[in-house]
């Protein structure tokens, strides 16, 4: 059965550093990959996607991820963090059914 | 385009009170959502529609639990009788068609038990 791992739970970083999320998933085939953000009180906003083809996505707010299939992994990057990137952040596989199957989360937390 | 809407957006009700929750999706969509996300965790799917018919509610505790989403646009999630573990945000999406499409999220309903 297909999973996401987020190891992370929480991660904080100052503002103007790097980020990298680690996100791990287990499928059989191909898998249809996501990135969600979810700040306080607000639904979840999608990041990115990755389907096929270029194995580094580009995302909306300057983020970017890399799905590496030897690793079974698909994680987030962002080379400069600001204050406003502060959220929970979720990566999600497609299942099989078509449904989207969410990890647990990294809660990032930015400190000036 | 509006996004997904969701009504109430904060509940707080009795244990084995009933509740209802209503999502109104994004204008021709017509797959839709419902999550349940308990604090420090994901997002876990309830129930999947297709216009107004159930793809998928294997997930969905239907000994309290329910669905509608008669038209085919327009969907309500009800719980009765609550349970305290029942305390979680309830989110509704909803993309075009099914596949790989994105899902657009709604603010979510949070609900607590007491």
């Known amino acids: 059965a297909q999973s996401v791992t987020q190891p992370d739970i929480h991660i904080t970083v100052s503002e103007g550093a790097s980020l990298e999320l680690r996100c791990n998933y287990s499928y059989g085939a191909t898998p249809y990959l996501f990135w969600y953000v979810q700040s306080p009180g607000q639904g979840l906003q999608l990041l990115l996607k990755?389907?096929?083809?270029?194995?580094l996505v580009q995302g909306i707010k300057g983020f970017e991820a890399e799905f590496k299939r030897s690793q079974s992994s698909f994680n987030l990057r962002k080379p400069s963090v600001h204050w406003s990137d502060a959220a929970e952040y979720f990566c999600?596989?497609?299942?099989?059914?078509?449904?989207?199957?969410f990890g647990t989360g990294t809660r990032l937390t930015v400190i000036p | 385009e509006a996004g997904v809407a969701q009504s109430p957006r904060y509940k707080i009700i009795e244990k084995r009170q009933s509740v209802a929750f209503w999502c109104n999706p994004i204008?021709?969509?017509?797959?839709l959502y419902w999550y349940q996300q308990i604090l420090g965790q994901g997002p876990k799917l309830l129930i999947q529609f297709q216009n107004n018919g159930v793809v998928d509610d294997s997930q969905l505790p239907k000994d309290r639990f329910s669905a509608e989403r008669l038209k085919g646009v327009d969907s309500t999630l009800k719980i009765q009788p609550a349970k305290l573990e029942d305390s979680a945000v309830y989110l509704c999406?909803?993309?075009?068609?099914?596949?790989?499409?994105?899902?657009?999220f709604g603010p979510g309903t949070r609900l607590t038990v007491l």
């Open positions: 999600a596989v497609v299942t099989g059914a078509n449904n989207l199957f």
């Open positions: 990755y389907f096929s083809g270029d194995t």
């Open positions: 999406a909803s993309r075009i068609q099914g596949g790989t499409d994105t899902q657009y």
């Open positions: 204008s021709g969509h017509a797959t």
